[in-house]
């Protein structure tokens, strides 16, 4: 399976981090950090409704994009900030306009980790990426609560259904390829 897990997280070795590594330890797949790219946020120039490609040139178009055409199955994983994603994920997010009809029918799952409120919206914003884009959610999503790094491991319940969500990414894969 061609899985790519997608930390918005801006700490290292956050943990979101773990979360998405644990399921990537399951279902085999890449890892990547947003932060270790350069994004710049969509400029709403509309030039990718012309050309059918983002004209901004940075790691987004060069690397990313390319990752994501690439998957079988993307999962986005996010602190909660405000109530939302972080705003690493969210300009993830917003770029991939340029791409909309080219994610249909791949497999998505939400992994968020907050202090106990917000999850919700951050989880309602990533699930509205891949109904927007035509995915397949795998499941509600995952939510974890933690603040200081390591915290997640005290979660078992975020733990285990971040297990279960890989797992259920890979018997989704499973029934796509008969």
């Known amino acids: 399976m061609k899985a790519l897990y997608v930390s918005g997280s801006p700490r290292k070795d956050s943990n979101t981090d773990y979360l998405l590594k644990l399921m990537v330890s399951i279902t085999g797949g890449q890892f990547v950090k ?24 940075d790691d987004m178009s060069r690397v990313l994009t390319p990752m994501l055409l690439g998957a079988d199955a993307i999962v986005l994983g996010s602190p909660v900030y405000f109530n939302n994603v972080s705003a690493q994920l969210k300009a993830f997010i917003d770029r991939t306009w ?72 890979s018997e989704l894969r499973g029934m796509l390829q008969r």
């Not at 971040?162 to 990414?169: G, H, V």
Request: aromatic content about 6%.
């Open 34 to 57: 947003l932060t270790d790219y350069q994004i710049e946020p969509c400029m709403s120039c509309w030039a990718c409704r012309r050309l059918d490609r983002c004209t901004v040139g």
């Open 98 to 169: 340029a791409i909309r009809g080219k994610l249909k029918n791949k497999i998505g799952g939400a992994v968020v980790v907050g202090r106990r409120y917000g999850a919700e919206s951050a989880i309602t914003a990533i699930n509205a990426f891949f109904l927007k884009h035509e995915m397949l959610p795998a499941n509600r999503g995952v939510s974890g609560i933690a603040f200081a790094q390591g915290d997640i491991q005290q979660d078992r319940e975020a733990v285990e259904a971040a297990e279960r969500l890989a797992e259920r990414i």
